[in-house]
């Protein structure tokens, strides 16, 4: 059996051109499996405008609402949002030492169809931020600072 001598120049062409190849396989493959699915769309407005949310199929506003310095006080200033279009908000416990993560709680018990709750935590544990929502379930759930040994 005779061997060639590739190249440095050779050898990176076929393997740039063989996963440009298979990353375009993968791409349109898993785009027109997506594409056969309709978005998932919530509190759409026509004064909004919306985009796919990468691969989640969540159809999302392109602005959202950071509950930060959200609290009972101000649920009129995220009913204004909603109203308008928005539909994506999120929130960690930690915002206004825990304030926050109960005022959308309140605004969740009649407008939970309208939003996409994002939680952002430190922790895979949501059960007590669950029940602070009012809610049986978060859409997006965003950990933080996850060590390892916290997945077993």
Not at 122 to 145: E, F, G, R, Y
Request: charge should be neutral; include cysteine.
């Amino acid at each position: 059996m005779e061997h060639q001598r590739v190249t440095r120049r050779t050898f990176l062409a076929k393997t740039t051109a063989a996963g440009a190849g298979l990353a375009t396989a993968l791409h349109f493959g898993l785009k027109s499996a997506s594409a056969q699915q309709e978005p998932e769309k919530r509190n759409m407005q026509t004064s909004m405008t919306y985009r796919l949310l990468g691969d989640t199929n969540l159809l999302v506003s392109c602005l959202s609402f950071g509950c930060i310095q959200l609290q009972d006080d101000r649920l009129a200033v995220l009913d204004m949002a909603v109203e308008r279009g928005v539909n994506m908000v999120h929130v960690n416990r930690g915002y206004t030492g825990g304030q926050s993560i109960a005022s959308l709680g309140k605004f969740l018990k009649g407008n939970r169809d309208k939003v996409w709750v994002m939680l952002k935590s430190n922790s895979p544990d949501i059960d007590a931020d669950l029940t602070t929502l009012q809610t049986d379930h978060v859409d997006i759930l965003c950990v933080h600072d996850l060590n390892p040994d916290q997945l077993k």
